[in-house]
């Protein structure tokens, strides 16, 4: 029996447990890793899915799974990998390369905290040291491969985020977006959706913070940037305060910025928990 730890979207424990395979708590969260491993020669480990498992029967992926009760994510990244291909990593080479807060998309319920681990590997997978039989092969694949394998249906098709995320944010990266000449500035506007409001479209989406743009400054979709407004708990028409983060989005031409109205920090934790009731359609990372 597999039980998990369950979180608030704030990533903070609750003290609660789950069991696998029964129905989450609306409101709370588990731990979900994705673990992508890269070789000097510029190669991706990839693992096709045992023809028994539930979901996905012999189509390709990267490794991972659900953190188990008293992990942390890192390490339940390293023992996912040791149970599906017998790879045994140090911690100290692990990267965390961006989070993902999921509720309910599509009318299916998420509730998972999604970590992306990037590793640099330069050993061979070992199935026979494997944990598990979850996996039916292995081997090094380009992304030019990966992408060929995902066009033709063998690579699991919620994975598609490796094809622009990674351009941006692994370590040898040669793009990474610089803020450094919006972060410690002062905005102000006006705010369109109040904290309470409802989504013009999506009817079941509540704004939980205020939701506005700045004034005549125009972002990449050519309408004015967007921001995120912390600092209050009731619903504004207009602010003024300081950016103090971006949360950049790898599948989409625009970004949002973190605005304090009191220009005070805000930790990350509740910055991604509160802006994730929009941003769980998108994937990106938060730039300080």
Same mark, same amino acid.
């Given at each position: 029996? %597999?039980?998990?730890?369950?979180?608030?979207?704030? #990533? %903070?424990?609750?003290?609660? %447990? @789950?069991?696998?395979?029964?129905?989450? &708590?609306?409101?709370?969260? @588990?731990?979900?890793?994705?673990?992508?491993?890269?070789?000097?020669?510029?190669?991706?480990?990839?693992?096709?899915?045992?023809?028994?498992?539930?979901?996905? *029967?012999?189509?390709? $992926?990267?490794?991972?799974?659900?953190? /188990?009760?008293?992990?942390?994510?890192?390490?339940?990244?390293? #023992?996912? !990998?040791? $149970?599906?291909?017998?790879?045994?990593? %140090?911690?100290?080479?692990?990267?965390?390369?961006?989070?993902?807060? #999921?509720?309910? /998309?599509?009318?299916?319920?998420?509730?998972? /905290?999604?970590?992306?681990?990037?590793?640099?590997?330069?050993?061979? &997978?070992?199935?026979?040291?494997?944990?598990?039989?979850?996996?039916?092969?292995?081997?090094?694949?380009?992304?030019?491969?990966?992408? =060929?394998?995902?066009?033709?249906? $063998?690579?699991?098709?919620?994975?598609?985020?490796?094809?622009?995320?990674?351009?941006?944010?692994? *370590?040898?990266?040669?793009?990474? *977006?610089?803020?450094?000449? /919006?972060?410690?500035?002062?905005?102000?506007?006006?705010?369109?959706? &109040?904290?309470?409001? @409802? @989504? *013009?479209?999506? #009817?079941?989406?509540?704004?939980?913070?205020?939701?506005?743009?700045?004034?005549?400054?125009?972002?990449?979709?050519?309408? $004015? =940037?967007?921001?995120?407004?912390?600092?209050?708990?009731?619903?504004?028409?207009?602010?003024?305060?300081? !950016?103090?983060?971006?949360?950049?989005?790898?599948?989409?031409?625009?970004?949002?910025?973190?605005?304090?109205?009191?220009?005070?920090?805000?930790?990350?934790?509740?910055?991604?928990?509160?802006?994730?009731? =929009?941003?769980?359609?998108?994937?990106?990372?938060?730039?300080?």
């Amino acid at each position: 029996m %597999e039980k998990w730890d369950l979180y608030t979207k704030y #990533r %903070e424990k609750t003290g609660r %447990e @789950h069991v696998r395979g029964r129905e989450l &708590p609306d409101g709370l969260y @588990h731990l979900v890793v994705h673990v992508w491993i890269k070789n000097s020669k510029g190669k991706y480990l990839i693992s096709k899915r045992a023809a028994d498992r539930p979901t996905y *029967p012999l189509i390709w $992926e990267s490794t991972g799974g659900s953190v /188990i009760k008293g992990e942390d994510s890192l390490e339940g990244a390293i #023992r996912e !990998v040791k $149970e599906e291909v017998g790879i045994d990593l %140090e911690k100290e080479s692990g990267k965390l390369l961006f989070s993902k807060i #999921r509720g309910e /998309i599509d009318g299916k319920k998420f509730n998972d /905290i999604m970590d992306v681990w990037f590793f640099e590997y330069d050993g061979e &997978p070992s199935l026979e040291n494997a944990f598990t039989q979850e996996v039916a092969e292995c081997r090094w694949a380009s992304p030019e491969e990966i992408k =060929q394998m995902y066009d033709k249906g $063998e690579f699991v098709e919620k994975l598609d985020y490796f094809f622009y995320a990674f351009k941006e944010c692994t *370590p040898d990266s040669t793009y990474k *977006p610089d803020y450094s000449n /919006i972060i410690g500035k002062t905005v102000s506007g006006r705010v369109d959706r &109040p904290l309470g409001s @409802h @989504h *013009p479209r999506r #009817r079941k989406m509540v704004y939980p913070v205020n939701y506005g743009y700045v004034e005549n400054v125009f972002a990449g979709d050519g309408a $004015e =940037q967007d921001v995120y407004i912390f600092g209050t708990n009731k619903p504004l028409d207009t602010y003024k305060g300081k !950016v103090i983060a971006v949360f950049h989005r790898f599948n989409d031409v625009e970004d949002k910025w973190i605005v304090s109205l009191d220009g005070h920090d805000i930790p990350d934790e509740k910055i991604l928990g509160d802006i994730s009731f =929009q941003e769980q359609f998108f994937y990106g990372k938060l730039y300080r």
